[in-house]
């Protein structure tokens, strides 16, 4: 696969914003296929390749993980701890999307290792603004990896 267009893995349980997060991607044009998985405990499988995940032609170890914290089956923190303590994946960049913006669940997340911390947007135009930002993170990273 290109490294321009390297995979994001969006772990969100929400059907709505995985939705719209989709759709902002679309919109923004951006080059990155999105796989969405809806719990932690699926992210663990899908990063490890156990199980239907195995295939990494069809499951590409991600560019860039997009992380929601309150998960069922494992929270988000605990994907993010085991992600960073993984020696394959420690230096995956995780941005923890969520709707909650309190300072102890902040502070966690870059305790554990996360990249970036963003607040979900209900308005459509943040959305694609914060698409936006996630893919300019995306790419910088690879421009830094050439």
Do not use: C
């Not at 911390?117 to 943040?126: D, G, M, P, R, T």
Request: aromatic residues 6%.
């Amino acid at each position: 696969m290109d490294r321009a267009a390297r995979m994001v893995l969006l772990v969100e349980d929400n059907p709505d914003d995985a939705l719209l997060i989709r759709h902002a991607f679309n919109k923004a044009k951006l080059p990155n296929p999105l796989q969405v998985v809806e719990d932690g405990e699926t992210a663990l499988e899908y990063l490890s390749g156990q199980g239907v995940y195995a295939d990494r032609t069809r499951f590409p170890i991600p560019g860039l993980i997009l992380l929601d914290l309150k998960l069922p089956r494992k929270s988000g923190f605990d994907v993010l701890a085991w992600i960073r303590q993984q020696p394959s994946l420690d230096r995956l960049p995780v941005v923890v999307l969520t709707s909650h913006k309190e300072i102890p669940d902040i502070n966690d997340a870059y305790d554990l290792g996360a990249n970036f911390y963003l607040v979900k947007s209900i308005a459509f135009a943040n959305l694609r603004e914060m698409v936006q930002k996630i893919s300019d993170i995306l790419n910088r990273r690879l421009e830094r990896a050439k």
